[in-house]
Every structure is written in structure tokens, then in C-alpha cells.
């Protein structure tokens, strides 16, 4: 059965590192005529797991995410504020603004996971988030704004337009403090912003954490069962995950339009799940 590669080896999920095989093997007295004292033999086999870069998860609402349109919550500008600078149509509406905006459900977040970012200790996370996927109709489209910030933390996140004229805001640091800013992130729609916009998130691990990427013979990715016919690993590669939330902008209503692409033709239109909405 040995020789025929009966016997094999596999890890528990998303284990790496050292382990062993030891082998016991006994005779049970039957070596010779005289059935004399039983012989064994033991070895241990040395075995170690090399780690695979698993991608980072996210998630979000699957719903069509809606903002008033004109609703702002923070403010640059001389108007009246709180002493967090938020307006008045903020604090006493803080939910409008929320990403998700007024859900029931207090827990409901952009919530980030990954089962190896705890393997090394400086396990930093980059999330990314632009705002719109069309230059010509979103460059304009409004921003993000974190109110509260994780205190003694190396967590440091900058809003920027992008190569492509979209507003991006980028955060690094550790998934736990990531999780935290989300819990409260703002969307603050232009003033004169109205329809469709999607919020585009991808979440790098950063290369955060793993020796190889498993995609070569007798990997993760393609199993073998005889080990001599492996290929040698390959470097691991970062973990990236994207995921588009639906957003729209505007007052409740209908444009004319009967169709989706009609709708996203119409001014002042955009996402339309049944019909053409505001």
C-alpha cells in the first residue's frame, strides 16, 4: 500500500507550519519459527505546511444604497457646525449619511475579514474606496469623511482623486481598526449631484500573509497524489478583493424612462431595480 501512494498527507484547513508523521511498525512476534519476543520499529517523518495567501473578504449591503440629494454632513466652509464640524442637517439627522445610509440594523457595516492577517505581527490591510467608475459622470459625484479616528493606532488614511479624476480615500492599518472607522464612514454627496453612483471597495492584504501562491502541480490549487511530480512553489502574490455597492443619489420620484438604459441615459437618472428611480 506504501509503495502504491495509498498513504497521504493533508493538513486541517488554513493550517501551516511545522507537524510530523510518525510511523509504528510491529512484527507481533512473527519474524521467525520460534515466535520470539515482537520487534518494532518507529521513525518520525519531519513535515512542514508551506502558508497560501488567502484574499481578504468584504461585506457589505446587497441593496441599493439611497442619499438625498443636496444632504451634507460635514462642512469646510464657514456655515453653522458642531463642535465635530458636521451641520445641522447632520446632527440632527446622523443616520442620512451613514455607509449604509438608515438601516434598522445598527450592525450593518462594510465589515472586513481574512483567516491569515493575524500571522505576522505588522498584518497591515490597505482599503481603497472610489467613489463613481465614469470620469465624465462622477468626478464630481461627493466624498467620504471619517468622524472618528482609532487613537494609538498606526492607522492612517487620505482622500485623493485618482488617475482617472475619481475621488479615492485610502485607508492602511490593522483589519480590527479598519472594521472600527467603518462602523461610522460618511458619504457626502455634491450639492448638485444627482443619480447613479457606484462606491467601487478593494481590500489588499498586502502580501499579509503567505510563502507561496499554490497555483503549480501538487499546490492548493491543483492536487496530486504522488509528491515527486510537484513543481517547486511559486512567490505568494497579494490578496485583492473587490466589491461595487449600488448607490443613488436624489429625491424620491420616477424619471420617464421605461428602461434601465434609457434611465441611465436620462438626466438626473440612474439605478433603476424595477423602475427608473430619481
Known sequence: GLMQNFLSYRGAPNFYGEDALRVWVSDQGYTDDCYNATLVADESISIRVIGINDPPVITAPSYVLVYQKG???Y????????DEGRVRMCFEDGNSSRVPPNDPDPNAMIFLEDMDMDATEYGN???TLVIGSSPERHSASGGFYIPNVVTDTATWFTEFENLQGLRTMSIQGRIEDINTMMKDIRYDADPTYQGYVPFVITANDMLNFGECDG????GNLEVCADHREGEGHRPARAGLTTLILDVTVGALGKCSATNCEDCNKEEGCGWCPGACQL
Open 75 to 82: 462642512a469646510d466652509f464657514p456655515v453653522e457646525t458642531n
Open 125 to 127: 490591510m490597505t482599503l
Open 71 to 73: 444632504f451634507r454632513c
Open 215 to 218: 497555483d503549480h502541480r501538487c
